[in-house]
């Protein structure tokens, strides 16, 4: 690790990795320990905190570069708040692979942290740090409920602000995310580890933050992709006949107006996408912004639907659960 400060150590976690991972990190004088099964990115993490030696602990992936400075900017953070009980940064503005969906992917993140209030709410392991004692009063992760890559660091980090703890964004703190995405690992990512996981939470804990891609902002522009999506599905039929008495011009004009609202919206982002690469990538990066809109609503409304379906059942088998263990005893 290329860093500006030399009073750290470096602990590489080697989760069943069938690699040379470990020896590779060892003979760069990092310490290694392997996981005697799988455990995921929770679990792993878990293991490496407990045997780490520092009074502050920094969580980094293994597709994440630090820049050299990343922990003087943690420590002097850590140094001057004495309140502040965890940290994090966001990437980079240059990602490491030229394609379409890795820049769209990695910029987009690194706007939305960029921009997001610096008084978080939730938690970033892509490289965060937590103070040490703060780490095991909230016992880390919940690796048992997120035993795979998942929003288990977003969780920890629900846990901590709910009980009061500060967390602060750092704009300042930038790293190079060195992952490829394709189409697959994007939904993958986005709807199974990452919507899913968190709609579930939300409804869970309800809790629902006014922060990252939770924004008033946000929610609104979900819901007028959703009636533009709508519309344009409902927009043939407007040719062939009325629906209703709307005929294809109303229509259109609706959508229309449904695109324009949602361009200004979001405006601030696009015009990031236009400066950072040209209109012509700024025109994509809106399809595939309104894409993950659409399928974030999809997914919300869903397992909103089965939640309040299923708690009717889960309440039935909860009486009858008392009820046995009544006559029991």
Same mark, same amino acid.
């Given at each position: 690790?290329?860093?500006?400060?030399?009073?750290?150590?470096?602990?590489?976690?080697?989760?069943?990795?069938?690699?040379?991972?470990?020896?590779?990190?060892?003979?760069?004088?990092?310490?290694?320990?392997?996981?005697?099964?799988?455990?995921?990115?929770?679990?792993?993490?878990?293991?490496?905190?407990?045997?780490?030696?520092?009074?502050?602990?920094?969580?980094?992936?293994?597709?994440?570069?630090?820049?050299?400075?990343?922990?003087?900017?943690?420590?002097?953070?850590?140094?001057?708040?004495?309140?502040?009980?965890?940290?994090?940064?966001?990437?980079?503005?240059?990602?490491?692979?030229?394609?379409?969906?890795?820049?769209?992917?990695?910029?987009?993140?690194?706007?939305?942290?960029?921009?997001?209030?610096?008084?978080?709410?939730?938690?970033?392991?892509?490289?965060?740090?937590?103070?040490?004692?703060?780490?095991?009063?909230?016992?880390?992760?919940?690796?048992?409920?997120?035993?795979?890559?998942?929003?288990?660091?977003?969780?920890?980090?629900?846990?901590?602000?709910?009980?009061?703890?500060?967390?602060?964004?750092?704009?300042?703190?930038?790293?190079?995310? +060195?992952?490829?995405?394709? !189409?697959? $690992? #994007? =939904?993958?990512?986005?709807?199974?580890? %990452? &919507?899913?996981?968190?709609?579930?939470?939300?409804?869970?804990?309800?809790?629902?933050?006014?922060?990252?891609?939770?924004?008033?902002?946000?929610?609104?522009?979900?819901?007028?992709?959703?009636?533009?999506?709508?519309?344009?599905?409902?927009?043939?039929?407007?040719?062939?006949?009325?629906?209703?008495?709307?005929?294809?011009?109303?229509?259109?004009?609706?959508?229309?107006?449904?695109?324009?609202?949602?361009?200004?919206?979001?405006?601030?982002?696009?015009?990031?996408?236009?400066?950072?690469?040209?209109?012509?990538?700024?025109?994509?990066?809106?399809?595939?912004?309104?894409?993950?809109? +659409?399928?974030?609503?999809? !997914?919300? $409304? #869903? =397992?909103?639907?089965?939640?309040?379906? %299923? &708690?009717?059942?889960?309440?039935?088998?909860?009486?009858?659960?008392?009820?046995?263990?009544?006559?029991?005893?």
């Amino acid at each position: 690790m290329r860093s500006a400060r030399a009073d750290f150590e470096v602990l590489v976690v080697d989760d069943c990795s069938t690699d040379e991972t470990g020896q590779i990190a060892e003979r760069y004088g990092a310490r290694c320990l392997k996981t005697p099964v799988p455990m995921g990115p929770g679990g792993a993490r878990n293991l490496g905190a407990s045997q780490a030696s520092g009074e502050v602990l920094v969580f980094v992936d293994a597709d994440v570069v630090v820049p050299p400075d990343a922990l003087w900017l943690i420590a002097e953070e850590f140094d001057r708040d004495a309140e502040l009980a965890a940290l994090f940064g966001s990437y980079d503005s240059a990602p490491a692979w030229g394609d379409f969906l890795s820049q769209y992917k990695n910029l987009m993140h690194h706007y939305v942290h960029q921009k997001s209030n610096e008084r978080a709410s939730t938690f970033w392991a892509g490289c965060g740090a937590i103070r040490r004692a703060v780490f095991e009063e909230f016992g880390g992760f919940n690796a048992e409920k997120y035993p795979l890559p998942s929003i288990e660091d977003i969780e920890l980090g629900l846990r901590m602000t709910s009980a009061g703890r500060k967390i602060h964004l750092n704009p300042r703190l930038q790293v190079k995310h +060195l992952k490829r995405w394709t !189409v697959r $690992v #994007l =939904l993958r990512a986005d709807i199974l580890c %990452r &919507a899913v996981p968190w709609t579930k939470l939300i409804l869970e804990t309800r809790q629902l933050p006014r922060d990252l891609n939770l924004t008033v902002a946000s929610r609104i522009s979900a819901a007028l992709v959703t009636l533009l999506t709508l519309g344009v599905l409902l927009f043939p039929f407007s040719v062939w006949g009325s629906i209703s008495g709307l005929r294809a011009s109303v229509l259109l004009g609706i959508l229309i107006s449904l695109a324009v609202v949602l361009l200004a919206l979001n405006w601030d982002v696009y015009a990031f996408f236009i400066d950072k690469r040209g209109l012509r990538f700024a025109m994509g990066a809106v399809l595939a912004h309104w894409f993950y809109y +659409l399928y974030s609503v999809v !997914v919300f $409304v #869903l =397992l909103t639907m089965a939640h309040f379906v %299923r &708690a009717p059942m889960r309440a039935r088998g909860a009486g009858r659960g008392a009820f046995g263990s009544r006559n029991a005893q």
